[in-house]
């Protein structure tokens, strides 16, 4: 069992950075691939970003893809989302997931945290 908590989000104008963390209970942090997704209103949930359970591979949406960077720090049982460059389309509650693949697939990931709220303003 694992528990996920993010923190970070919060309001800042486009072109700026903000840096979501999520903090995770268990023992068992660094067997997980973790993950990134992100809902706006009236839209589906979709992938951000995954990173496997080493650290060792990432990867990207389109959308996102040099703009945002995540990592992990096993030894806190954190991961994190670097975000830079943000747009208003980025405007949107970031969830963190964990789970044993590294899929772009909602439906893969085990264990997720309540989210966190982003708002880009223009």
């Known amino acids: 069992q694992v528990q996920l908590v993010e923190s970070g989000g919060g309001l800042v104008q486009a072109g700026g950075s903000l840096r979501l963390s999520c903090a995770a209970s268990?023992?068992?942090?660094?067997?997980?691939?973790m993950a990134w997704f992100r809902q706006a209103p009236g839209k589906e949930r979709e992938f951000v970003a995954v990173?496997?359970?080493?650290?060792?591979?990432?990867y990207y949406a389109d959308y996102v893809k040099g703009r945002f960077t995540i990592s992990r720090d096993n030894a806190k049982n954190t991961v994190y989302l670097q975000m830079n460059s943000l747009k208003p389309e980025d405007t949107a509650v970031y969830y963190c997931a964990a789970g044993w693949g590294n899929t772009v697939a909602a439906n893969s990931y085990a264990y997720w945290g309540q989210g966190t709220q982003v708002t880009v303003s223009s």
């Open positions: 990173i496997s359970w080493s650290g060792g591979t990432t």
């Open positions: 268990g023992r068992t942090f660094s067997t997980y691939a």
